[in-house]
């Protein structure tokens, strides 16, 4: 069983993962890259938007992803809806990473 994600950087275009609902006002995300080949940062950005809307807005973001390992973003004022968006800086076509998003750690206040 291979348990995470693999993400190449193919034409370079913005990857974003399914949305969901929000579990609290606040939360805090986490990741783990297993394999880093080739790219110079990966970008992964929380966004969300409330379901009356259609524009998706950063909520945070992690730092930038530079090696295999893991990293955290705390995030607060949430809306209803979330979702991730992963941006490569560099590498060629047949780069990427294999990731893990764990599942986040809700709070009922921001």
Do not use: C
Request: charged share 15%.
């Amino acid at each position: 069983m291979v348990v995470g994600t693999t993400i190449l950087v193919l034409d370079g275009s913005v990857y974003y993962s399914p949305s969901f609902p929000r579990g609290g006002l606040a939360a805090t995300f986490s990741l783990d890259v297993t394999h880093f080949h080739g790219v110079t940062n990966l970008l992964v950005t929380v966004q969300h938007r409330d379901e009356n809307e259609t524009d998706w807005s950063d909520a945070g973001s992690f730092t930038a992803v530079t090696a295999a390992g893991t990293g955290t973003a705390d995030v607060t004022g949430l809306k209803q809806i979330i979702r991730f968006k992963y941006a490569f800086t560099g590498g060629n076509a047949e780069d990427g990473v294999h990731l893990v998003m764990q599942a986040p750690s809700w709070r009922p206040y921001p």
